[in-house]
């Protein structure tokens, strides 16, 4: 509706659309659309070759250290990688795949809900539930938006979502085991919980 308000072909691309708009001495962009992906209700078995347009993929990989008298874990670098179709906005793609890395790191090695035997959270402010502060993130982070093509996508993308912490847990989980022989299963992978199993 737009591109024929402005008299530009119907293929013309987005970035076009704007700089047509926007050189203009004033006016706003409006328009309307939406995308409904095709969907096929699950069979008796509970399977369905359509239940979603796209399937998210991500990878990890970390190096680390870890103080064996105290249990304390110290990233040095930390890599994801996450196939997002055809990125529409590169930056907001890279950004939000080392976000949702971020999210994963401080469950995989912080954060932890405390309860009392009445069910009372007992750590319910910042104060005393932890979450990582910019000492605790790695001094190298990588973040990789892999192309692909994905037809059933808006302009050939898929949604990045949580596709950043995938395999944040278990690549420092198997990092700590790699590094002093210490296998752990449950979040958080706390120094103390380290230092018990050291032990």
Sequence with gaps: MLRKELGLAADCPIPDIFKKK???QAGNVAGAGSYIPSYKSPDANGLTDNATPFWMVGASGVELEVDTETGKVRL?????VADVGTPINPKIVETQISGA??????FTLHEKMQFDAQGQLRNASFAEYKIPGMLDLPASMVNEAVVAE???GPFGGKGVGES????VSPAIANAIHDAVGVRLTALPLS?????EKLK
């Excluded at 890395?101 to 401080?106: C, S, T, V």
């Excluded at 120094?191 to 230092?195: D, K, N, Q, T, V």
């Design 22 to 24: 926007y050189g203009m």
């Design 76 to 80: 040095t670098r930390l890599v994801n």
């Design 101 to 106: 890395a971020i999210m994963q790191l401080g």
């Design 150 to 152: 994905q037809k059933t």
């Design 164 to 167: 950043g912490t995938f395999g």
């Design 191 to 195: 120094a103390e919980s380290i230092w």
